[in-house]
């Protein structure tokens, strides 16, 4: 199993939560320091760095106009990590195709990355959270069909060597498309894949070999998306594809007591208020999962997730904290609950949780916990994946 140091770069110092009707989208900007940004930025990257140096993979991923997520442009901090970072695999979850208007600067801005880190790159691909709808101002209804056709350009775009091409798709048109420079790895990095729970998108994931990933979800639901994936394989025949990955919220220390404080600093997550109209805008989900929601099925399930004890979030896999011994065991329990996992995602920093506990985090998970539970996994190696010989590079 391999395992990936994340934190969504929060802009924790706002006024009371209480006091606050949104912390997306319309949170006037005026609350924010740059000042205080700019140290937050420089502190989060150097955590980066601590967990590369601790033998963790390193995840990055980006939001727009919220308090949540400093980082609005991930592949200017993965290209930085891909400078700075050492040893760790690079993942960004992830390029949000749908609501960026140009597919061929991303398949760019990847290769670019997959070579300034020498084959480090994990590529992946978001349909973008509803909330963030609005300000792209594109039809909700377009927003899956929007991420497949950018993955399609994209890959065309990697894997073409001999001379430009043209592309002509529903939504994007291209002309002379010829990329500089060529990924390092071949034909391309592994792509994953996230941001839709219906199952047949998920079987379509697994179809085309890709990893698929889903956060913060009870392990009942983890299960039926993880059976889902491992089905289309089975009842298709298709090959072996990149495997499955799970985030929860993870914090560990020496004692159980440390351990809760320091969880507790990371449910500032699951407490972030969303105005209602931003949530849900019209044809982001099917019909048929709004008409379950009017009829109740949903009702109040995130406040429902707010108002559950810290326990009751570890029972369902949403978050593990303990100590190492705990964490493993809990780690493994939770793999067993939803038939197995390649990749645990980690959020590991969130709201005001210091410096000094995140790295303390990141050290005795890699140093306790990791080596733990590395001989966990389901899936095959990705032998479709090459990277070029450091001679070739040279020359």
Known sequence: MESWYFTEMPYPHLPPLDKLDNMRVAIPNRLYDPRLGADLYHRYLDEYLEADDAGLNLMVNEHHQTATCLDTCAPLNLMILARQSKKGRLLILGNPVANRGDPIRIA?????????????????FVRGVPYEIPAANNNPTQTLERVWEGIDLVSKAWTSHDEPFNYEGRFFHKRLVNLWPRCWQQPHPMIWVTGSSDLPNIRKVAAHGFVFATFLQPHQKVREMFDAYRSAHKDTGLPGGGGVAYMPLVFVADT??????????????????????????????DVATNVQALKGAFAGRSEAMRAKSMEALREEGIMCYGTPDQVVAQIKSLYDKVGGFDHLLMMMQAGYMGNKRTVSNIRLFAKEVMPQIKGLARSKSRPWVETLPQTQAAE
């Open 108 to 124: 760019e801005e990847m290769a670019m990355i997959d070579v300034m880190s020498r084959g480090r790159l994990e590529a992946g």
């Open 256 to 285: 159980e007591k440390e351990a809760e404080e320091g969880a507790r600093e990371l449910t500032w997550y699951l407490h972030v208020k969303t105005e209602p109209q931003f949530r849900n805008p019209p044809g982001y989900v």
